[in-house]
């Protein structure tokens, strides 16, 4: 069975859709862990601790507020990182649909990937604070140290919740680490080194 990581802290405004989420992953079929970490939110830590719990040598990593389109999962193939969805329809809070997005190559919310890929690049970065950018430098990282990332043509739907009050993509400190990303983009040996300091943050647990 295909392990499917919802990374998730509780809020009063985020728990109806983290239960439809979860309850979608389990109708079609998934083991649903979830990703938790102490203290202050941290995606990339949270993801981490819910892939230490996974057996599956596949892994899902699904956002608490995505439904996607799994009908056709058994005939996509397995790229180093899949998403399945290249438009998202942003439902408002009485559930009619806001707004339509379309992405190009890269997104966050919904992967599908080998473990020893994961393994390999070390993990989503925990040095990105709150929300924002993380998603963009995980993919880029698999991007230039495995290769291709394949978008599945089809739309996901986010489900409303109140926004996050938590530090965001504008901190400078989540600023730097994109540049850094953005400088180690299709450079092997650049991003293998942030991968290696991924690994140790993670992996030794310096990071709680």
Not at 10 to 25: N, Q
Not at 64 to 73: E, G, K, M, R, V
Not at 97 to 114: E, P, S
């Amino acid at each position: 069975m295909v392990d499917a990581i919802i990374p998730y802290k509780k809020t009063v405004s985020r728990e109806p859709g983290f239960k439809i989420v979860k309850a979608w992953l389990e109708y079609n079929g998934f083991n649903v862990i979830i990703g938790s970490c102490k203290g202050e939110w941290n995606k990339g830590k949270a993801i981490h601790n819910g892939v230490l719990k996974s057996k599956s040598d596949i892994i899902i990593i699904n956002d608490a507020d995505l439904i996607c389109n799994f009908s056709n999962y058994s005939e996509f193939s397995y790229s180093p990182l899949i998403i399945p969805f290249d438009s998202v329809i942003k439902l408002d809070k009485s559930g009619n649909g806001l707004m339509k997005r379309d992405y190009i190559r890269i997104a966050g919310g919904c992967w599908i990937l080998r473990r020893e890929v994961y393994d390999d690049v070390g993990g989503v970065d925990p040095r990105f604070e709150g929300w924002g950018g993380e998603d963009w430098a995980f993919c880029v990282m698999v991007e230039t140290l495995h290769g291709g990332i394949k978008m599945i043509h089809q739309s996901a739907i986010h489900i409303w919740h109140e926004e996050n009050l938590e530090k965001s993509i504008e901190d400078n400190q989540n600023l730097d680490i994109i540049e850094r990303y953005k400088k180690a983009r299709f450079n092997e040996n650049e991003m293998r080194q942030i991968s290696n300091e991924i690994k140790e943050l993670l992996i030794s647990g310096s990071m709680g």
